[in-house]
């Protein structure tokens, strides 16, 4: 079945370096991507967005970048915290069906750890 | 204003006991989502919610599962005659009707399940 899946299930930095988390995905009908950031026991919470009509996203110290072609995304964050250690999960929108809202496809997970 | 509340955050149960674990979403939200997330591994979505309405119940197991969004209160995802097998993490999630096309979804704290 379709699946969305990481490329790196850890990844540790130093505080101040610039972190790049991979996520690829194989359905080509996806039309949204998402990552989350969950912290141990806590909820995923939304960092950004992206929409297969965009190539690249920016927010706050994170840049999200969309490959079509190799169907690759991936989240970057500059100058890494040691409160940014969690895990990140990419999700795409299923656009089957046509709708234009229901389930999220999550991928395993990257587990980033910052050292100080 | 209070994000996606669950409770409990902690669920014990034995096995063949029943457990119902309650969503409220965020003001305003009308679209309640329902994942399971099994340790060391992404959410899997389970059932997409309107106010009474079931819209995609496609990851729901077919048997002792059940979920509901009565026009008045909270959400429920009822899990009859509990197997150790269903210990997780149960997330909620929640989004407006206006972001619908997008679907950002705001996640909870989730529910604990521990089945002895």
């Known amino acids: 079945g379709e699946s969305v899946g990481l490329h790196l299930p850890t990844l540790s930095v130093q505080e101040g370096d610039n972190s790049i988390i991979n996520c690829a995905y194989s359905n080509s009908a996806s039309d949204y991507f998402i990552w989350y950031k969950q912290e141990s026991g806590k909820g995923p919470q939304f960092i950004i967005d992206i929409r297969s009509n965009m190539d690249k996203r920016q927010g706050q110290r994170v840049t999200v970048l969309l490959n079509k072609t190799v169907k690759h995304l991936s989240l970057q964050i500059a100058a890494t915290q040691p409160g940014d250690s969690a895990v990140y999960f990419c999700a795409e929108k299923d656009s089957a069906g046509g709708t234009s809202y229901g389930k999220l496809t999550f991928g395993q997970g990257t587990i980033l750890t910052v050292h100080p | 204003n209070a994000g996606v509340m669950q409770n409990p955050r902690h669920l014990v149960r034995r096995r063949g006991q029943e457990a119902r674990l309650r969503c409220s979403p965020m003001k305003g939200h009308s679209h309640v989502y329902w994942y399971r997330q099994l340790p060391e591994e992404g959410l899997k979505f389970m059932v997409y919610?309107?106010?009474?309405?079931?819209?995609?119940e496609s990851g729901m197991p077919k048997e002792r599962f059940s979920a509901e969004f009565p026009k008045e209160g909270p959400s429920i995802l009822r899990i009859q005659q509990v197997v150790r097998g269903d210990s997780a993490a149960y997330f909620c999630?929640?989004?407006?009707?206006?972001?619908?096309?997008?679907?950002?979804?705001?996640f909870g704290a989730g529910t604990r399940l521990s089945v002895l």
């Open positions: 919610l309107q106010k009474e309405n079931i819209i995609d």
């Open positions: 999630a929640s989004s407006p009707l206006g972001q619908v096309a997008k679907n950002i979804q705001y």
